[in-house]
């Protein structure tokens, strides 16, 4: 199917375990980001990829870490998770970065919930 | 740098009009806007950019006051549908992502 895809789309793990959350899009999109969502922040993002083999830190990279080997792909991995950690996460992919144009529209995958006991 | 979202939450009838204001410490030079269902991914409704024009999507319009360094969503004649958590995301400058407030949630009764 077309679009962008989240899995799972329901975690559990224990505190100390490695987490790898999957994002996959079918679009080509140049852009990927990582963002968790607590209640009360908002949307927070995590990393960001803009383009194969180029990841940069978002507002709270600490305690995640990214790849993006191939441009439809861009998991996010808890190295050693924490309860802090416990949230939704989301992907999403633009066809081009700067804020400015339309093609800088964000499309959200449908979200993983991670628990964290 | 996150920017402030006013009301947190608002209560309307069907057919009442609101307003969401999404205000920022530093000049913006964009806006976007989503609108995020319960349970569901944020989509996209508009950009608004610096010198740029009042922008509409059906019956839900934004404007962009650079004096202000404010942007207002405009929800005329709300219906159900409306119900949501409407996130403005803002940008500095041209080539930064954009960091999202903390939302503002509608919900809309019949």
């Known amino acids: 199917d077309a679009g962008i895809t989240q899995s799972p789309r329901y975690k559990i793990t224990e505190t100390g375990r490695q987490v790898t959350l999957m994002c996959h899009q079918t679009w080509s999109h140049s852009y990927m980001f990582w963002y968790r969502q607590d209640l009360g922040h908002g949307l927070r993002l995590i990393y960001y990829s803009a383009a194969a083999d180029i990841t940069d830190k978002g507002e709270v990279p600490d305690g995640y870490v990214v790849s993006r080997s191939k441009t439809e792909n861009f998991p996010l991995t808890l190295e050693s998770a924490t309860r802090s950690q416990t949230s939704v996460y989301f992907c999403a992919s633009s066809e081009s970065g700067g804020g400015a144009h339309s093609t800088d529209t964000q499309y959200f995958g449908p979200g993983t919930r991670l628990t964290v006991l | 740098q996150q920017p402030v979202q006013s009301p947190q939450a608002v209560i309307l009838r069907e057919g009442e009009d609101a307003v969401i204001n999404c205000s920022s410490s530093?000049?913006?030079?964009?806006v976007h806007w989503y609108r995020q269902k319960h349970g569901e991914a944020p989509v996209f409704l508009m950009i608004l950019l610096k010198g740029g024009e009042q922008k509409g999507h059906d019956k839900i319009s934004a404007s962009f006051n650079e004096k202000k360094q404010q942007s207002s969503l405009y929800l005329t004649a709300s219906q159900l549908s409306y119900s949501g958590t409407y996130f403005c995301g803002t940008a500095l400058i041209y080539g930064q992502n954009f960091v999202f407030g903390p939302g503002t949630r509608l919900s809309v009764l019949p």
């Open positions: 530093k000049a913006l030079y964009s």
